[in-house]
């Protein structure tokens, strides 16, 4: 039955179906019944969900900020990336190959709408644009600020959201979440405890975590030098040069958050956002 069952998925594809099927064999013709109507309806769904990813960046670009829907397009777009729904628990997986990052998505995220399915494309490029940026409450609120902005000008209303977590008809309560506390925190000028549990701090407390590490570190190099310890000196510049670049990078940061801040501040004005 196996071989049979192999053959007939061959033929499908070769376009030849009806006159294999043994008409004096009813159990047989039932399975491959079957089988094909499985065959038909999973090429179905991956029809459309191919469709409805190509609908859904394709509205995403035509967005009105170059930084938002398009920056993130352009990235989902690149060869080194690549997008595919399968059956699994969580809404994201990513699967990391030697040249390319496969996006999964749940495969009921692929049968929804554009506005549903950008939340998703959005928040797993944000994730993977920022890997090495610090991670920290300013890295989860960029996260947070894209996905919700994007779904916004795909024609998500903010309003709505607070009194119900259905997109399109689907509920997730998660995401309902992830973009209320976005617009909680988007007219604040600290983001601290924007994902209170995610176990980050703010760029501040890194810095200054940092700072102090180089300070001590340099207090005992000097002793150290005094005593003219050889050992214990290489390996304390070493330590010294490891935090001032963390404190250099953690600093840079800081400085693409406030741009960030200020092209979303833009992006309010544009939209009529208090």
């Not at 053959?7 to 294999?20: D, E, I, P």
């Not at 469709?51 to 009105?64: H, I, K, S």
């Not at 920056?71 to 969580?90: G, T």
């Not at 992830?178 to 007219?187: K, L, Y």
Request: charged share 25%; with cysteine; net charge negative.
């Amino acid at each position: 039955m196996k071989r049979a069952i192999v053959c007939f998925l061959a033929m499908v594809s070769a376009g030849s179906l009806c006159a294999q099927v043994p008409a004096d064999d009813p159990d047989f013709a039932k399975q491959m019944s079957k089988v094909q109507d499985s065959v038909v309806t999973q090429a179905n769904q991956a029809t459309y969900s191919h469709r409805l990813l190509e609908q859904t960046l394709t509205a995403m670009n035509d967005g009105g900020d170059v930084d938002l829907g398009p920056r993130v397009v352009e990235f989902l777009r690149s060869p080194s990336i690549k997008i595919v729904f399968n059956d699994q628990p969580a809404p994201i997986n990513f699967i990391f190959e030697e040249k390319v990052t496969v996006i999964s998505l749940r495969k009921d995220i692929g049968e929804s709408s554009p506005r549903y399915l950008s939340i998703y494309l959005t928040y797993a490029a944000s994730l993977l644009m920022d890997r090495n940026y610090p991670a920290s409450q300013e890295q989860e609120y960029m996260l947070l600020s894209r996905v919700a902005r994007v779904w916004m000008e795909l024609g998500g209303d903010l309003s709505k959201l607070e009194i119900s977590s259905d997109f399109d008809g689907r509920t997730d309560e998660k995401a309902a979440l992830s973009i209320r506390m976005w617009n909680q925190f988007r007219t604040r000028d600290s983001v601290a405890g924007v994902h209170p549990f995610c176990g980050k701090g703010t760029l501040a407390q890194a810095l200054e975590k940092a700072v102090t590490e180089a300070q001590d570190t340099e207090i005992k190099l000097n002793y150290y030098g005094e005593m003219h310890v050889s050992k214990s000196e290489a390996d304390l510049e070493k330590k010294l040069d490891s935090s001032r670049k963390q404190a250099d990078q953690i600093r840079k940061a800081q400085a693409e958050f406030q741009i960030f801040r200020q092209q979303e501040a833009d992006w309010f004005l544009a939209h009529h956002l208090k």
